[in-house]
């Protein structure tokens, strides 16, 4: 009897807690990307996203600068810091529009599918935190911007200090939520 009111008690807040997530889809267009975000607590979320991104080598005196698009994946857990703050200011704060801090995960092919660029590895990646913000216009346009720092690495067990620069415009599929 126990474990049938366990099992009862823990479906209830399992379905009252996805109740009250929120969930948002985009397309991103200045590197194309899907991308998908979904809330974990109120002020937490998880966002993946799978697309495209843009590597650039600046010019040394021996080489030529060089630039490449590359197909990857990243995945943030994202915890929006401001949105009391913005709410009181009657800003909105529905579809995740905030500031936020995150820890950012991403992996990237090794050879570009448009560009010079030749990273000379099978695939590459990027952990560490980020800083962050997020806007939802009642278009449903969407601005997003990351920037952090962090260990990059590769197949060749080569691990260095890189920095992170996202930049994403797209629209949020779907009807806009009332805040």
């Known amino acids: 009897m126990k474990k049938i009111l366990l099992c009862v008690s823990l479906f209830i807040g399992v379905t009252s807690f996805a109740q009250e997530t929120t969930s948002q889809l985009s397309l991103n267009f200045l590197m194309p990307s899907v991308e998908y975000e979904t809330a974990i607590s109120k002020n937490s979320t998880i966002d993946a996203n799978l697309g495209f991104g843009f590597g650039y080598h600046d010019a040394s005196y021996l080489d030529e600068a060089e630039y490449g698009i590359y197909p990857g994946f990243e995945a943030q857990y994202r915890y929006y810091y401001n949105l009391k703050k913005r709410l009181e200011k009657g800003k909105k704060i529905s579809e995740n529009s905030g500031n936020y801090i995150a820890l950012s995960a ?12 030749r990273l000379n590895n099978d695939y590459s990646g990027f952990v560490g935190p980020v800083w962050g913000l997020q806007r939802v ?3 449903n346009f969407k601005l997003n911007l990351n920037l952090g720092f962090g260990m990059g690495f590769n197949d060749r067990e080569d691990s260095y200090f890189a920095t992170h620069i996202g930049l994403q415009l797209g629209f949020k599929l779907g009807k806009e939520k009332q805040q």
């Open 106 to 117: 991403s992996v990237s092919s090794g050879e570009p599918i448009i560009g010079d660029m």
């Open 137 to 139: 216009y009642k278009s």
